[in-house]
Structures are given as C-alpha cells and as structure tokens.
C-alpha cells in the first residue's frame, strides 16, 4: 500500500507538470521602465561643443624705434622683468639719450647741408641764365647765351638738390616723432625680455613683449558636418574645466577656410575669443552688489574678483547655433514619431495615457521644444532606455539651463 500511495503521488505530479507545459508562460522580460515629467517652460541652446585650450589674444611685441640711418645705438637700460605686472604709459626700456641725441645733431646737420646744397645749385642756375650778351650794331641785334646743355646739367642739378632737402626734412621729423623710450602701450604683462642693458641694437629690435591679462580666445576643431552651421560673429560660451561653474561669454572671430584632415576625418579650426574678464566682473558686481550666495549655493562670479584666467587653461567650448527661451520642454524621451508626425503619450487625470500629436521644435541631445500641443503643467509619459527619434546635432550638444536648475 506504501508503494502504491508513492506511485499515486508520482503520477499526480507528473500531471501537473505535463499540464504547465501546455500553459501558456508568463513574460519573464520586464516592462519598460516609465517616467512622468511635468511640462515646463524653459530656455533651451542647441551649440556644437568642443575642448580647446586658452591662448592670450593680445600679445605686441614692443621694439626700439631707431632713425633709419641709423646703424645702432646703446640701450641703457631694460626696467622691467618677466612677468611684471605693467601699467599703460609705464617706462619699460629705453637707449643710450647720448648717442640718440647724436643722431638728432647729425640730422640737423645733414638738413642744413641740404639747404646750402640747394642754394648753391638755384644760384649757379639763376648766373648762368643770366649771363647773355646782347650786341646792338645798326638795325641788326646779336645775342649769345651759355650753352642749352650746360643749362639743363644745372637745372637737374638744382632739382637733385632740392629732392635731397626735402629727405633730410622728412628725416629729422621722423626721427622728432621717435623715442629712445620703450612705453607700455595698455596695461598688461611682460613674458618676454629679450635684451640687456648694454646691448647694440638696430631699429625694429624687440625689447619685450607685453601681453593684456584679460583677452583670451581658444581655438577648437569643427567637423565638417557642423562647420555650415557656425557664422562669424555668432554668441559662444568657454566652460573652465578647472572650475565647471564660470562659464564665460565668448564670440566667434575666425573660421579657417582650409581643412585640417587627420586620417580621413575633415575638421576646421575655429577661434572664439572670449569677453574680457575684467568688464564682466564689474557688470556683475553692479547688477549683484549685496548678493553673497545666490539661490542654489552657486558662487556668484564677483567671488572671482581675484581670479585669473591662465594661458593653457583646458576649457570647453560652446558654439550656440540655435536658441529659444522661455518655450515648453519635454525630454526627448517622451517624444515618438510616425513619418513627419511626432506624438507624446500625454497623462489624464484618471490616471489612463492618451496619445497625442504635438508640433516640435528645435531640440538637442536632452530636450525638446514643442510649439503646438501641449500646455505647461501638463504631464507627459517618458520611456526609460528607449531611443528618441528626434535628430540630434553632432559635436555634444547640451543645453544651457539657468539658474534654477532644469525643467522637471
């Protein structure tokens, strides 16, 4: 009887098991994982984005200003050092005032000499054409005169001489209008000094180069599938990599017209040069003058007063090639389209999903605008891990969002 009962129960589990095979099976897969975002309005940027580093924009070399006839003259002294900090109109270098003073004489001198010189050809041209001889014999008249030769040889000369004054004129003037004095031409520093005190130098010779601490620029690569998209004079922005919170205003200012293509990839050089920081910090300090720690705990930027931007700085370029502000935001993960049409799963008050056409407009890799459709405050269904099928543009696009945060 024990064994019977065993076979019994054997059977019946084999029933059972031969019954669930020809059950249908529950999805082991899990459903999509879904998201409800409310619909809000926002300030959205489509940019190409890209790495680079900070260069200054404005850097002049300073060089001695020598007469040209000059073959060269003592400098006496250099004043200032690398990296000195420099105001406009400071002394930072200047010659031998002995020897330039020389050269002042000796331009005098050759000017005066020019005067005689002229002189003495108009005189010996006024005697010659002055020296005729008129014979009157009876109703006849005899006239003799130097020779017509001779009277040209000193007209060119006279001419000669008087082209010869009117260099030395130009000369001496030139030279009044030259300093042996090298000046700080805008406020600034020295990264390079490039003679001594005592060295023999020509005119054009460098003494130092001074460099204006508050103009930056930064050149970044574009492919050619944006490169169409960026203007001359268009709005950028620089992110310092070292401090992610200063995001500076910048300008577009070149675009390379040849192509730099490196193992087939074609790319093209663009400069963007960013607004002085000086001038922005004092906009900031009057537009915020009693704000010490905005909403968010964000820094303000005149916590910066001392900061400086540094040659070589890795920053992260933004060209805005699209903007709209204040519009209606969706992620892009809530937007799905057939054909042309693109449709949002919109969120009833009984909590059932109705789908519906909405009218979008530009977007990036995060968000959308959409123009027609919805309204602000309406909920929207997003689908975790499902791929938008709104284009996005190449190159990192992002959105710029202000303060406040993001659209939730």
């Known amino acids: 009887m024990k064994v019977l009962k065993v076979v019994i129960i054997a059977l019946a589990l084999c029933s059972v098991g031969i019954l669930s ?55 006496a002294e250099i004043l200032v050092e690398e990296g000195d900090s420099v105001e406009e109109g400071q002394l930072l270098a200047k010659l031998d005032t002995s020897e330039w003073n020389d050269v002042l004489v000796n331009l005098e001198r050759d000017l005066l000499q020019a005067e005689i010189d002229l ?18 014999t009876g109703d006849i ?24 004054l009117e260099d030395a004129q130009t000369a001496l003037e030139e030279a009044l209008e030259k300093s042996p004095e090298v000046i700080a ?10 003679v001594e005190g005592g060295d023999e130098v020509l005119t054009g010779t460098v003494a130092v180069t001074l460099a204006d601490p508050n103009k930056f620029e930064a050149d970044i690569l574009v ?44 790319n093209y050089y663009v400069k963007v040069e960013l607004e002085p920081l000086e001038a922005l910090m004092q906009e900031r300090q009057e537009a915020m003058p009693e704000v010490q720690t905005p909403p968010g705990g964000q820094m303000p930027m005149m916590v910066f007063e001392d900061f400086q931007l540094r040659e070589g700085l890795t920053v992260t370029v933004s060209i805005i090639i699209d903007e709209a502000t204040d519009v209606l935001l969706v992620p892009n993960g809530a937007i799905t389209t057939r054909g042309r049409q693109s449709y949002v799963q919109v969120l009833s008050a009984d909590g059932t ?13 995060q968000y959308t605008e959409v123009t027609e459709g919805l309204s602000e405050g309406e909920q929207v ?8 099928t709104t284009t996005t543009q190449q190159g990192g696009n992002r959105m710029i969002i202000p303060m406040g945060g993001p659209p939730r």
């Open 21 to 75: 095979l020809g059950c249908p099976q529950p999805d082991t897969e899990p459903a999509p994982e879904s998201q409800v975002v409310t619909v809000q309005r926002g300030n959205l940027t489509v940019d190409i984005t890209a790495s680079g580093n900070l260069a200054l924009s404005r850097m002049e070399d300073l060089a001695f200003d020598i007469p040209g006839r000059v073959e060269a003259i003592t400098v």
């Open 119 to 136: 002189k003495n050809a108009e005189l010996a041209l006024d005697k010659a054409e002055a020296e005729t001889v008129t014979l009157i």
């Open 141 to 164: 008249v005899f006239a003799t005169s130097f020779d017509d030769e001779e009277i040209d040889i000193l007209e060119l000369r006279a001419e000669l001489a008087e082209a010869r």
């Open 185 to 194: 031409p805008f406020d600034g520093f020295i990264t390079k000094v490039n």
């Open 223 to 266: 492919s050619e599938m944006d490169i169409f998209q960026v203007k001359l004079d268009g709005d950028a922005t620089v992110q310092i990599d070292a401090m992610q919170m200063l995001i500076l205003p910048a300008k577009v200012t070149h675009i390379s017209p040849t192509a730099t293509i490196q193992s087939g990839v074609v």
């Open 353 to 365: 999903t109705q789908e519906r056409a909405v009218t979008t407009g530009i977007s990036n890799w």
């Open 381 to 388: 269904v997003v689908t975790q891990g499902t791929a938008s």
